[in-house]
């Protein structure tokens, strides 16, 4: 049954496309037509947006699953193609999309009813590069057992791209989903996703804030981020271990941007300082034969020849033992390792 057309909220051109929002659908026939669903539910006329699928060769009943809703629906498109990433499945959703904004769900994970209307109201009206709102971490059973989500005290603080890097970027939560992209920013930035590459998030988030100019954060809850449905069937491996080099390399590149303050330059080191020790982190305990630890290691000099640290004792002997062994560096974290966290292989 097709979902009754909903009021355009205030201020909002209800004949044209205002948002795209883009869902790169891969292995998750058991999430995503709830995820799809709620896209649904956030009172927005359907002729405000889009709803761009990116089948990235899917080998379950993904597609199956959501037949129903893409023929319900007049504004779903659907584009095809081989297994080749997140990362590109997103970059293909971005060349198509027609919205002023644009929104990256993940299809395992859920959009708040009703939160997205506000949200898309404060953008068009305020024609912010970014619009950054907040989520809530639960498990299966919690989501299952879900019936309403309280939304908090509405506040809107306006920030340059530098403020919200500074003040509000975790290293550790560069996540895509939570954040409302003008469309003309995106293209004129040239800002894309790394093909190809696990931890896309973290170059194209830092690269994002830093270049934007004016954005909100906004204190409304976006999206249900599932959390450890993934990590007992992950295991680190040395295509991830390159991967997360190139993470590095590219998030590291960013330095050279022109005026950048010297308290940008200082997070921007420590965050790839983060990346680098979760490197280190996932190696001890996902990559047990030496030679593939050493080609790990190569390839990282290769890709950032230049790798150096200088915030602190730690990271000034890291970036020390490092540069003067990888190898030696990795023996001494090996003796290190009962007092190191395991990480889960995301």
């Known amino acids: 049954m097709t979902a009754p057309n909903k009021p355009t909220p205030s201020g909002i051109d209800k004949d044209k496309c205002l948002l795209s929002v ?10 995503v037509r709830s995820c799809i669903e709620s896209i649904y539910r956030q009172n927005l006329s359907e002729n405000i947006f889009e709803v761009i699928i990116v089948n990235d060769g899917t080998e379950d009943r993904s597609m199956e699953v959501i037949e129903d809703i893409i023929s319900e629906h007049d504004n779903i498109s659907v584009i095809h193609q081989e297994n080749l990433s997140l990362s590109v499945a997103r970059n293909n959703g971005m060349a198509v999309a027609k919205g002023e904004y644009i929104i990256m769900p993940d299809s395992d ?7 997205l209307s506000v949200l898309l109201e404060l953008a068009i009206e305020s024609k912010a590069d970014l619009v950054v709102a907040d ?12 019936h309403f989500v309280p ?4 506040k809107i603080k306006e920030k340059t791209g530098e403020e919200l890097f500074l003040q509000d970027l975790n290293p550790h939560q560069c996540y895509v989903w939570r954040t409302l992209y003008r469309r003309e920013f995106l293209e004129k930035k040239r800002l894309r996703f790394i093909p190809g590459i696990r931890y896309q ?4 988030t830092h690269e994002c804030y830093l270049r934007a100019k004016n954005c909100l954060r906004v204190t409304r809850l976006l999206n249900i981020y599932r959390k450890g449905h993934q990590s007992a069937t992950y295991s680190f491996n040395v295509k991830k271990g390159k ?7 590219n998030t590291w590149k960013l330095k050279k941007i022109r005026g950048l303050t010297p308290a940008i330059q200082t997070k921007l080191s420590n965050d790839v300082f983060t990346s680098f020790s979760l490197l280190i982190y996932f190696m001890l305990y996902g990559i047990k034969n030496s030679k593939d630890r ?29 540069n003067i062994s990888p190898t030696l560096y990795f023996f001494v974290r090996q003796i290190l390792k009962k007092y190191t966290p395991r990480p889960n292989f995301g």
């Open 243 to 249: 991967d997360l080099c190139i993470v590095i390399a």
């Open 294 to 322: 050493k080609e790990i290691f190569a390839f990282l000099r290769q890709e950032v020849p230049d790798l150096k640290f200088h915030n602190g004792r730690q990271q000034r002997i890291t970036s020390c033992v490092y």
């Open 201 to 204: 998030d973290v170059p194209f």
């Open 135 to 146: 989520f809530l971490e639960m498990t299966d059973e919690e989501i299952d057992k879900l």
């Open 109 to 115: 994970d859920l959009l708040i009813d009703n939160s």
């Open 151 to 154: 939304q908090k005290a509405l």
């Open 22 to 31: 883009i869902v790169p659908v891969y292995n998750v026939e058991k999430y």
